[in-house]
């Protein structure tokens, strides 16, 4: 089994910054793929970035030049690095992770999710 815990999520106003963090436990070695996904009220849960286990990465056009997403391998922990916020990048944050799929989507496993609110 995998554990993933989210942390680093909060307030912040329209062109601010936040970086969320996931920390990944338990069976580790058998990820494939880890990611971000989002969801907003009245929304379905979207994918923002990927990152796979050779590194690669991939974002949403929504997020494109704003969001990075990173890795500590040593201590296994993901980031989302988050600049220019928006209003629209509102949005519950959730740590996703995949023993099955390369590609990530669906998930395998996922975390408790952290509130980002972006105020005008």
């Known amino acids: 089994q995998v554990q993933l815990v989210e942390s680093g999520g909060g307030l912040v106003q329209a062109g601010g910054s936040l970086r969320l963090s996931c920390a990944a436990s338990g069976n580790i070695f058998s990820i494939r793929a880890m990611g971000w996904y989002r969801q907003a009220p009245g929304k379905q849960r979207e994918l923002v970035a990927r990152?796979?286990?050779?590194?690669?990465?991939n974002y949403a056009d929504a997020v494109k030049g704003r969001f990075t997403i990173s890795r500590d391998i040593a201590e296994n922990t993901m980031f989302l690095q988050m600049n220019t916020l928006k209003p629209e990048d509102t949005a519950v944050y959730y740590c996703?992770?995949?023993?099955?799929?390369?590609?990530?989507?669906?998930?395998?496993?996922w975390g408790q999710g952290t509130q980002v609110t972006v105020s005008s």
């Open positions: 996703a992770a995949s023993v099955f799929r390369f590609e990530l989507d669906p998930p395998s496993h």
């Open positions: 990152i796979s286990r050779s590194g690669g990465t």
